[in-house]
């Protein structure tokens, strides 16, 4: 494995994935959830992330191009999916699609931690779009875009459990405030996704 060309596939790559721009909605998603509930969110976004990534990586521009579908329409639909969760994140100050009553678990946590946490958050249309492109640019560097898709997940669901003392600092009131906020920043990221793929399918 060359030095070199690993960072050239494990820094850009980390800078799409952005573990930090994901801790707001991680944060928002699950407040209020007991740890074993976090915990099953973050297990569950890791797994989704990292299979989708891998998946893309070798089979990707296969599947795109026998279905017919572009990068470009992959970004705008999931900056409309990111978009709709904002616009619920502003309204309710809360968790999207909360109900404010006690269920079950799996009912309660079953796909948060795959829509939208492990895709389009971490595994969205930028980190989809540039494995492939690694993938052509470097065939036979595919061990390290493995590993680096790996590392990269693995740390951002150790940032993901780290967030508790955030939590808990900032409180209910200030956890439900911060949710509107972030649910702006998140709206703002849905719309770049959106502009992005309009302006690569025009040429623009």
């Known amino acids: 494995m060359d030095v070199n060309t690993f960072l050239h596939i494990f820094i850009p790559l980390f800078a799409v994935i952005d573990p930090f721009a994901a801790l707001p909605l991680y944060m928002s998603l699950t407040t209020g959830l007991s740890e074993t509930q976090k915990r099953k969110i973050v297990k569950e976004a890791s797994l989704t992330a990292i299979v989708l990534l891998i998946f893309f990586a070798f089979l990707g521009i296969y599947?795109?191009?026998?279905?017919?579908?572009s990068i470009e329409a992959l970004m705008i639909a999931g900056g409309l999916l990111m978009l709709l969760v904002?616009?619920?994140?502003?309204k309710e100050g809360d968790k999207p699609r909360s109900t404010k009553k006690k269920v079950a678990l799996h009912e309660e946590t079953g796909d948060i931690g795959i829509v939208p946490l492990g895709t389009p958050m971490l595994a969205g249309p930028g980190?989809?779009?540039?494995?492939?492109?690694?993938?052509?640019?470097?065939?036979?560097?595919?061990?390290?875009?493995?590993?680096?898709?790996v590392g990269i997940i693995i740390l951002t669901a150790l940032i993901f459990l780290g967030s508790n003392l955030i939590s808990k600092i900032m409180g209910e009131k200030g956890s439900r405030a911060f949710t509107r906020v972030m649910g702006l920043l998140v709206a703002a990221f849905a719309v770049q996704y959106i502009l992005d793929g309009v302006a690569q399918y025009f040429g623009i």
Not at 86 to 90: G, I, W
């Open 127 to 149: 980190a989809i779009s540039l494995v492939i492109i690694l993938m052509s640019k470097y065939p036979t560097e595919w061990d390290s875009i493995v590993i680096s898709i």
């Open 63 to 69: 599947i795109l191009d026998f279905m017919g579908i």
């Open 86 to 90: 904002s616009l619920e994140m502003v």
